[in-house]
């Protein structure tokens, strides 16, 4: 099967799944109300054979449940574009729609959760649903990668798709785990609230990127 960053192998997304019925269902209200709105699963976005992959929570609402393209069209892809585009991952610093000629470099960008939740909150059983298409995923990545999960759900989602222990591995901003086939960074979500809040400052966002940075370039 030819996925859609490129390569022949299990699938990694799956444009027309509708696995979760409370997801399948509210998508399918959302884009009654939207109907301009991309509202389906969302693929991963970026370079196919990256060593740096980003793994955030789930679509926006009025962000990549919108365009087609995480992290894009909401607050919350700024800060993270800003700082993909800051440490040479992103051609442009900022996302505004999936036709916008961004292109990243040695990143790709991906969700936990490929479906937009109610209120930005996927349930367990949804979580492990789609925990098998990011399985497939970071089994693509080379050795030497890097994965930074935005946030707790992220983390726990990488944790789970790589078959280990949730107790071995607490999430921390700016923690570093070793995955084995690869290194896993922790970051608090670039979301509005955390970047409002302060619980999240770019200067924080920074110190992981460059962590990022130097693990990649060794």
Do not use: W
């Amino acid at each position: 099967m030819r996925n859609k960053v490129g390569s022949v192998q299990k699938a990694i997304f799956d444009r027309d799944c509708r696995a979760c019925p409370r997801l399948a269902g509210f998508l399918d209200d959302v884009n009654a109300r939207y109907p301009d709105y991309y509202c389906r699963p969302v693929p991963p976005f970026g370079d196919a054979s990256a060593r740096f992959l980003i793994v955030g929570l789930a679509p926006g609402m009025h962000g990549a449940n919108r365009t087609g393209r995480p992290f894009t069209g909401d607050h919350a892809g700024i800060l993270l574009y800003e700082t993909m585009h800051k440490y040479g991952f992103g051609s442009k610093a900022e996302s505004l729609s999936a036709d916008d000629g961004l292109a990243l470099l040695d990143c790709r960008i991906t969700n936990a959760v490929k479906c937009l939740p109610p209120d930005n909150k996927p349930v367990g059983a949804e979580i492990n649903t789609c925990n098998r298409f990011l399985a497939n995923e970071l089994d693509t990545l080379q050795p030497g990668s890097v994965v930074l999960a935005l946030g707790g759900i992220a983390h726990r989602a990488i944790v789970k798709a790589r078959g280990l222990r949730q107790a071995d591995y607490k999430f921390a901003h700016a923690a570093d785990h070793d995955l084995g086939a690869f290194r896993m960074l922790d970051s608090y979500h670039c979301s509005r609230y955390n970047t409002n809040t302060g619980r999240l400052t770019p200067e924080m966002f920074d110190t992981v990127f460059a962590k990022a940075k130097v693990m990649l370039d060794k």
